[in-house]
């Protein structure tokens, strides 16, 4: 399965997508709970979707990455998943025709 995670090109993440509670850096206002955790999709659309909140929200330019979840992996509901941290595998491009 694929996964991905959107964001923003703002936040400047190299290798490794790390929770809230390790970076400091909470990006969902209405975000609670699982403060140990990152957020992960197999939807492209979810991903692409966050990334342009957040981009418009905080700058910069949204970005989508193709992600592995690295440890315990839970699904949260539908596409959801919360994993433990995610190594970024690449930046997902869109194919030109």
């Known amino acids: 399965m694929i996964y991905y995670h959107g964001t923003s090109t703002i936040f400047n993440i190299h290798r490794v997508i790390l929770p809230p509670n390790?970076?400091?850096?909470?990006r969902e206002d209405w975000r609670k709970a699982n403060l140990n955790q990152v957020y992960?999709?197999?939807s492209l659309l979810s991903?692409?979707?966050f990334?342009?909140?957040?981009a418009d929200k905080?700058?910069?330019s949204p970005i989508v990455y193709k992600v592995k979840p690295i440890g315990n992996l839970w699904r949260r509901k539908d596409t959801e998943y919360?994993?433990?941290k995610a190594l970024i595998?690449?930046?997902y491009k869109e194919e030109q025709p």
């Open 82 to 84: 919360l994993a433990d």
């Open 51 to 54: 990334a342009y909140k957040c």
């Open 58 to 60: 905080y700058g910069g």
């Open 47 to 49: 991903a692409q979707k």
């Open 89 to 91: 595998l690449s930046v």
């Open 22 to 26: 390790i970076t400091g850096n909470l």
């Open 40 to 42: 992960v999709t197999d």
